[in-house]
């Protein structure tokens, strides 16, 4: 089933909505690996859903993120859960193909990279942060194992590398001895926390002067609790390495710090913590064999591992 007017207008039935047209002219936030084909549609209300047409792989897994957002929603507006069927599930079939449907957002596009020396964007993102530990209490106790850890997916990472480029392996090797002896040792103990797990910010939709919706939550779970605000920082870096010293980064740790709301051992690891999750983005660009991405990673790597000390000092971590 594709997305022709008499496909949306069957799916959307499935919760006794109406449809009117599809809207190309309107992009949906958020990547477009998430789903096999997704558009933005318009009932006879006036309304616009983002309509997304998922593997059958990922049903169950949609389904939990679903109960996850519609859980979070109540306390934070700026999640906002898929529809939920009058069974209560998030995924509607027809046809043997799987169909997900969202309030569609609205927002203004970020300019790359520079949005990234937009210093008020960094206490509004950590505010949310903050919202959203606050709200993970939420969450029943018997889910918040971790799962997620640097050290198993480096060191499967590792043999991967090695077996298949090992001239990049001894490029990456001193990052990888770097975070063996002083962070996964102690990965296990650090506090964990509910973590959107991509928070970047092309995964929030903006408005002028404030963001209005997080979308793309297929890696939420519970990880160590600076887990986002460490990717972030890392993204930001990615953009160019002079935001990692900009205000957009001294906007969100010093808000995050002045939350009070996390363990002086999550800060104490948050560098490497910022340098594990290179190689979950470096994990991705060698699936893609994206050899420009990369030889860019690796080299940010380097970069990230040879200045430790000076991002140490200006973020005003515990050495």
Sequence with gaps: MAFTPEAAAAVLRCWDIAFVRVHPDLDPPGSPDRTLDRAVVEDDRGRLFRLEKIGFLNVERKNEIGRIQAVLGRRLPEVIPPLALPNGTFVAEIDEAFWQATPFVEGVPLVR???????????????????????????????????????????????????????????????????????????????????????????????????????????????????????????????????????????????????????DSSWKAFFDLVLALRFAWLSDWLRRSDLEMIELETVYIGLLLEHRDFFIRRWRLPS
């Design 113 to 263: 990279p520079a949005y990234a020396g937009n210093g008020w964007r960094g206490p509004v993102l950590a505010d949310f942060l903050s919202r959203l530990k606050a709200a993970e209490a939420e969450r029943p106790a018997s889910d918040r194992l971790p799962d997620f850890s640097a050290g198993c997916f480096i060191s499967d990472l590792e043999q991967k590398i090695e077996h298949r480029d090992s001239v990049l392996m001894n490029r990456l090797r001193p990052a990888v001895r770097r975070l063996e002896e002083k962070f996964f040792p102690a990965e296990d103990a650090l506090p964990s926390g509910f973590a959107h797990g991509d928070f970047h910010p092309l995964n929030v939709v903006w408005s002028e002067s404030g963001m209005r919706a997080v979308v793309d939550w297929e890696f939420c779970g519970w990880k160590p609790e600076l887990y986002d605000a460490a990717l972030l920082v890392g993204c930001l870096g990615m953009e160019h390495p002079k935001f990692l010293d900009g205000d957009f980064v001294h906007g969100l740790l010093d808000r995050l710090r002045a939350n009070a709301a996390y363990a």
